[in-house]
């Protein structure tokens, strides 16, 4: 792992667990073993930049993620049940995750700095795209696609927080539940 992408690393774990406001840069650069030279060399903007970058290299990050395994699934809702079983064991072990993160962020986000809001508009319809494909490539008309990525996403990053607040996955499980009726096969 290269220097800027420790940074990145790092500072992902760090904003998942303090937030943006919680993250001081002195203790990024001594987790990371760099001077605050380094860090402007790599983000010469600063914080602002850090942050937008690291929501972004989280994104693809859990991007990738999906594509390692979505082609193993048979159906749209064996793969978001699969989503919602991962999630629900990242709840359980208390496990920082990047989707959560994301969440957290693009909610500070609306209060924090307009660029920040601009990244974090621009990964959520990434987002909420990256699903309506997904749904596509098993089966689901273009239209009908954009309808139900958009109820997927809400259901289950909306449970995720749920589940995060309460330190409970249930509400995960729930979602889960739901999921698997809402994207049933039709008769």
Same mark, same amino acid.
């Given at each position: ?84 079983? #991962? ?69 289950? #990053? ?30």
């Amino acid at each position: 792992m290269d220097k800027r992408e420790l940074i990145l690393s790092e500072a992902e774990k760090l904003f998942a667990e303090k937030g943006y406001y919680g993250l001081g840069l002195s203790e990024l650069l001594k987790r990371c073993g760099i001077p605050k030279g380094s860090f402007y060399y790599y983000f010469p903007e600063g914080k602002i930049q850090l942050i937008q970058e690291v929501l972004e290299y989280s994104y693809r990050r859990m991007c990738t993620w999906i594509d390692s395994w979505k082609g193993e699934k048979a159906t749209a809702a064996e793969a978001f049940a699969y989503m919602a079983d #991962h999630l629900s064991n990242g709840i359980r072990e208390k496990r920082r995750l990047g989707t959560l993160m994301l969440s957290m962020i693009a909610i500070e986000s609306v209060y924090l700095d307009e660029q920040v809001n601009c990244t974090c508009k621009r990964i959520y319809s990434s987002w909420q795209a990256y699903y309506a494909r997904w749904l596509e490539d098993y089966g689901y008309d273009p239209q009908q696609s954009l309808c139900l990525a958009q109820a997927v996403f809400a259901l289950i #990053h909306g449970s995720l927080i749920s589940s995060w607040i309460k330190q409970d996955p249930r509400d995960l499980q729930l979602a889960k539940e739901a999921l698997s009726m809402m994207l049933a096969p039709r008769e």
